[in-house]
């Protein structure tokens, strides 16, 4: 069993920046595929980046350029640095893990935290 704690949301104005951090339990967080999805208000949840055990990144054309994703395997943490904010980016954002996948589908993902929401003002 994995738990994720997302943290690091808040309100930014356009063009600002926040730095998003899920905190992972279990001694195997290396061995785990970490993505990063995200649900406005009246949508689905959407997909925005993913991180592979070895660092290998995929991100949403929307955010690509924009966003990173990083892990520190050390402290079983996950983060998601967002840059060049846009309102359209407001949403509840989610962590994510599984033991194989790192595409994505978020049906194929086997954890998840409880959210944390970013509003972005413009």
């Known amino acids: 069993q994995v738990q994720l704690v997302e943290s690091g949301g808040g309100l930014v104005q356009a063009g600002g920046s926040l730095r998003l951090s899920c905190a992972a339990s279990?001694?195997?967080?290396?061995?785990?595929?970490m993505g990063w999805f995200r649900q406005a208000p009246g949508k689905g949840r959407e997909f925005v980046a993913t991180?592979?055990?070895?660092?290998?990144?995929y991100y949403a054309e929307s955010v690509k350029g924009r966003f990173t994703i990083s892990r520190d395997n050390a402290k079983n943490t996950v983060y998601l640095q967002m840059d060049s904010l846009k309102p359209e980016d407001t949403a509840v954002y989610y962590c994510?893990?599984?033991?194989?996948?790192?595409?994505?589908?978020?049906?194929?993902?086997?954890?998840w935290g409880q959210g944390t929401q970013v509003t972005v003002s413009s």
């Open positions: 279990g001694r195997t967080f290396s061995r785990y595929v």
């Open positions: 991180i592979s055990w070895s660092g290998n990144t």
């Open positions: 994510a893990s599984n033991i194989r996948y790192s595409g994505p589908d978020k049906q194929l993902y086997d954890y």
